[in-house]
């Protein structure tokens, strides 16, 4: 008999039944101009999202402040910059991710110096995210259960 979501313990549960699936994650490229990560981040109205190469792998993450700050010139923000510059050029590669078959707990440790953390397969590929919002509501599931059995 397979057990769902709900019945397992924190401990069994894994990173990729708690990720929001790579087909619902904002994302960009690496070869889209600034402008479109712009755009992207504000129309979300997300803080940071990841990047992909053209295989679909996860390249690194782009943030709004990031790209503010590229474009910021001496005398003022030099919008020109949107269109000339890449993602890939300013892009930050030194995220944090994990792989899907991970537990509950390696994916909660990632998040406490992070707002979310990229989701990998085991060839690299670009799966979903894991956000603190996703640990958290299942903590709080935990914590019902345990105190009045709901
Ligand atoms: P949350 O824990 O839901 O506040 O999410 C934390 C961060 O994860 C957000 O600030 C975004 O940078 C990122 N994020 C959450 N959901 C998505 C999504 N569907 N697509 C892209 N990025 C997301």
Redesign the pocket.
Known sequence: MSTTRQEKTLAEITVEELM?PSE????VQTNNPLEHALLVLTG?G?????VLDNENKLAGSISKTVILDQILGIEGYEVEKLSHLQVADVMDKDIAQIEKDKLFIDGLKTLIDA??VCVTDGDGKFAG?L????I?KTVQREYYQNQFGL
Request: hydrophobic share 55%.
């Open positions: 929001i619902k994650v904002a994302h979300s997300y803080f940071a999202v990841p707002p979310f995210i956000t603190r919002r996703a958290l």
